[in-house]
């Protein structure tokens, strides 16, 4: 019988948890592309001639990072991309909520939040 690891299974458990979070994250918006859109443009960091496009990556880095996670694939490249992303998102919650408040919308999940 092989022996249990925990290091392995922390590892494990992780990389699920964030695999699904960015799963999550996709499958939330890329039924309607316009909601992200529109907060892109509303925050001032795109136009409408870019903000199809700019979504359509930030959607394709998503998908990439929950196959990388998941897959266990390009472990340093996943690892660097996600804390980037996430360091990226983070920020943007921030200017979110000082010009908004409470009452602003990130898009960051689409219309399921």
Same mark, same amino acid.
Do not use: Q
């Given at each position: 019988?092989?022996?249990?690891?925990?290091?392995?299974?922390? %590892?494990?458990?992780? @990389?699920?948890?964030?695999?699904?979070?960015?799963? /999550?994250?996709?499958?939330?918006?890329?039924?309607?592309?316009?909601?992200?859109?529109?907060?892109?443009?509303?925050?001032?960091?795109?136009?409408?001639?870019?903000?199809?496009?700019?979504? @359509?990556?930030? !959607?394709?880095?998503?998908?990439?990072?929950?196959?990388? *996670? !998941? !897959?266990?694939?390009? @472990?340093?490249?996943?690892?660097?991309?996600? !804390? %980037? /992303?996430?360091?990226?998102?983070?920020? +943007?919650?921030? +200017?979110? +909520?000082?010009?908004?408040?409470?009452?602003?919308? =990130?898009? =960051? *999940?689409?219309? *399921?939040?």
């Amino acid at each position: 019988m092989p022996e249990f690891n925990p290091k392995f299974v922390t %590892s494990l458990l992780l @990389r699920v948890t964030l695999s699904m979070l960015f799963v /999550l994250s996709f499958a939330t918006k890329v039924g309607n592309l316009v909601p992200i859109e529109l907060a892109m443009v509303d925050a001032g960091i795109s136009n409408w001639t870019v903000a199809p496009y700019f979504s @359509r990556f930030i !959607l394709s880095v998503e998908l990439a990072l929950a196959i990388g *996670f !998941l !897959l266990n694939l390009f @472990r340093k490249w996943t690892l660097w991309g996600a !804390l %980037s /992303l996430l360091s990226v998102f983070s920020v +943007y919650l921030v +200017y979110i +909520y000082f010009k908004h408040g409470n009452e602003g919308d =990130c898009g =960051c *999940f689409g219309a *399921f939040l």
